[in-house]
């Protein structure tokens, strides 16, 4: 193991970033993000990068837009509000198959919200939060050491896929400190030919990446069907997700990100109560671990659904279990956190109602 | 609490150096190859107002990095106490900087470490040390992690921007522990296992 520094989350999604060729950062100011931007400030001209803060968000999508074009690797950051403000962009350059890494360290909203942790943006971010039909890769690190690994690893199946990637973060994970060891950067798949860029045509056939213009008439059809395609496949190759003690688990918590981290202290804790809890935690919300959950649904008891927002998590959790076994949910918005001992009451509170419910007194 | 882990908060005023302490801390604890989780509150803080950082240490993996309830506070003003005495765990403990604190803690149930910070601070010559006093004094009392392992964090921390300030930061270092000797312990603080 080599040497540990300590750095924050926003910080080392940053490094990652720089160590996996990251050249080019786009990003408006807004809490609690804002560590991006200034250390990308500082990194990007010390590696011959270009930093920019853009007059908008709209504008730093778009210049995002115009750095992949080129053959750059990429990325912008904001928080939630401005995430919304992006949503145009990231269409267009799902689109366009443009790989870029987009991070949204989420705070409480909506409208303008609070500037609190929050995961509320779950169903913009899984769902498409701009128009048509398109997919944004989405990863939800649980760890200062794993923003490291996963940024990086962003940046690789955005290129291999050619699709954009978001970091679903959050202002806890954004702002605290960690221990973190900065591994040198390898690609983990084999990087495909950027074939597509636009970097003069000089010698060779002009490329469009877009156009008005769609020949033949039903074009934008084929178009789509080839996206469906691409995103089909990635949902076999691509689908992450880590398990803790589920195997004998009467009662599995399902949560990501900073909520998955506090839900397995919480089940270290039933566990030392007697009651068998497990964790499924999945570390691609796109493509969702659907497989993975079913399995599970197969083994418990119950499971719990653990999210810092009003139930959109939850939803994807009921779609993979598909009435496996029930499905019981802990969350709020607005800037709730969820302690170790809130989540513990309510395992105590479901086994002591399933343990009534066995015992025929109901 | 069943855990081997150690939950602290630092606050005082906007200005007093309190994200430091909890940087100079959180950095030895890494140096100890400990797991540490450290946070500064974030948000509409302004120079003056007040500021709160929190580090948690474990020899074990850290769940929750957020402390909602500290076992140890550092406390370097009047304000800071009267917001966060009533969140500390039972039996806790607190290290207030007398120099900035009138109306000491209420609670019985805590262990106390008592240090003239700012008062040390100006006999060496900056202000602007007070908080390193208090961490030295905080660490002599609890040892929760060598001084050895603290005097190289301060070295870290310093070295970059200002050899000089090594100097008298340490300085300050050890003359917090200096006090914390010279008034003995109210009650052994003891070293997290």
């Known amino acids: ?362 | 609490m069943d855990r081997h882990e150690t939950r602290i908060i630092i606050a005082g005023f906007g200005g007093q150096g309190i994200v430091l302490i909890g940087n100079v801390i959180a950095r030895a604890a890494v140096i100890e190859g400990k797991n540490v989780v450290g946070m500064v509150s974030y948000g509409a803080e302004m120079r003056g107002g007040t500021a709160n950082a929190t580090v948690v240490i474990s020899s074990d993996e850290i769940f929750d990095p957020f402390v909602a309830h500290p076992d140890r506070a550092i406390i370097l003003n009047q304000p800071s106490l009267d917001r966060f005495e009533p969140q500390i765990e039972k039996d806790g403990l607190i290290l207030t900087n007398t120099s900035m604190i009138q109306r000491g803690p209420q609670r019985t149930d805590l262990a106390r470490i008592k240090v003239d910070a700012t008062q040390i601070a100006h006999q060496i010559g900056n202000l602007r040390v007070a908080n390193i006093v208090a961490v030295g004094a905080f660490i002599e009392h609890t040892n929760l992690l060598s001084m050895s392992s603290i005097e190289q964090a301060v070295k870290d921390l310093f070295s970059n921007k200002n050899p000089k300030l090594v100097e008298i930061n340490l300085k300050a270092l050890h003359a917090g522990a200096e006090q914390s000797r010279a008034t003995g312990k109210s009650r052994p603080g003891g070293a997290i296992s």
């Open chain 1, 1 to 362: 193991m080599g040497e540990k520094i300590l750095l924050k989350g926003n910080e080392v999604m940053c490094e990652a970033a720089v160590q996996a060729g990251c050249r080019f950062f786009a990003g408006y100011p807004i809490t609690p993000q804002n560590e991006v931007p200034e250390y990308m400030s500082k990194r990007m001209p010390q590696v011959g990068g270009i930093f920019v803060q853009a007059e908008s968000e709209l504008a730093a999508i778009n210049m995002v837009f115009g750095a992949s074009l080129s053959g750059a690797r990429c990325m912008t950051s904001s928080s939630s509000p401005g995430i919304s403000l992006k949503q145009e962009g990231i269409s267009y350059i799902a689109a366009a198959e443009l790989p870029c890494l987009i991070a949204n360290i989420q705070r409480g909203g909506p409208g303008l919200g609070n500037i609190r942790a929050s995961q509320a943006d779950y169903f913009q971010a899984v769902k498409g939060g701009g128009h048509g039909d398109y997919r944004v890769i989405v990863l939800a690190p649980a760890s200062v050491q794993e923003i490291y690994t996963l940024t990086m690893n962003a940046f690789d199946w955005a290129d291999y896929y050619r699709n954009p990637v978001m970091i679903l973060g959050d202002g806890i994970s954004g702002q605290m400190a960690e221990p973190v060891e900065i591994l040198p950067y390898e690609p983990i798949v084999d990087l495909p030919a950027k074939d597509y860029i636009l970097d003069g045509c000089a010698g060779r056939k002009p490329r469009v990446v877009k156009t008005l213009v769609l020949r033949p008439t039903d074009g934008l059809v084929t178009h789509n069907e080839h996206l469906q395609g691409k995103y089909k496949r990635i949902e076999a190759e691509l689908s992450l997700c880590e398990e803790y003690e589920t195997a004998d688990a009467e009662i599995v918590i399902a949560a990501y990100g900073i909520t998955a981290r506090i839900a397995k202290g919480a089940a270290r804790l039933a566990r030392k109560k007697g009651i068998a809890v497990g964790l499924i935690r999945p570390i691609t919300l796109w493509p969702f671990p659907s497989d993975a959950f079913a399995a599970v649904a197969k083994t418990a008891g119950q499971i719990l659904t653990v999210e810092m927002s009003h139930g959109q998590f939850v939803e994807d959790v009921k779609l993979a279990v598909n009435g496996g076994c029930p499905v019981r949910f802990l969350g709020k918005g607005g800037g709730w956190y969820p302690t170790e001992d809130t989540i513990l009451e309510k395992i105590e509170s479901m086994a002591a109602a399933s343990a009534t419910i066995a015992k025929g007194e109901l």
